[in-house]
């Protein structure tokens, strides 16, 4: 159900869906012009773009032939960069495990007065 807030009652009031986007009952004004050139260079239509607009190789073949090969896990196919990636991904989450756990050990544990 859509609402519309009632001049004459000063409260919500229900309406039909046309007169609850447009408030107290006003119209919106489309003008029929079209809007002033803000700019004068030309513009490039959706249609004048080519379908591959890149000076770049594609390099989709080659990948897919470096991921289907041997059995090396998928996270640990591009060698060195993903190699550094990993182990620093679990130094980190051990690190922080072991640094819950102590933390955990020194709250369970009653302070000396």
Partial sequence: MYYKFSGFTQKLAGAWASDAYIPQGLKPVVSTEAPPIIFATPT?????YTAYDFAGKNKVPELQ?????????????????????????????????????????????????
């Fill in 44 to 48: 490039k239509l959706t249609s004048d």
């Fill in 65 to 113: 032939k470096l991921f289907q090969s041997d059995s090396v896990p998928i996270h640990l196919k591009r060698g060195l960069p993903d190699q550094m990636l990993y182990r620093t991904t679990m130094a980190l989450t051990l690190g922080g495990t072991i640094y819950c756990l102590i933390a955990l050990y020194m709250a369970s544990q009653p302070r000396n007065k």
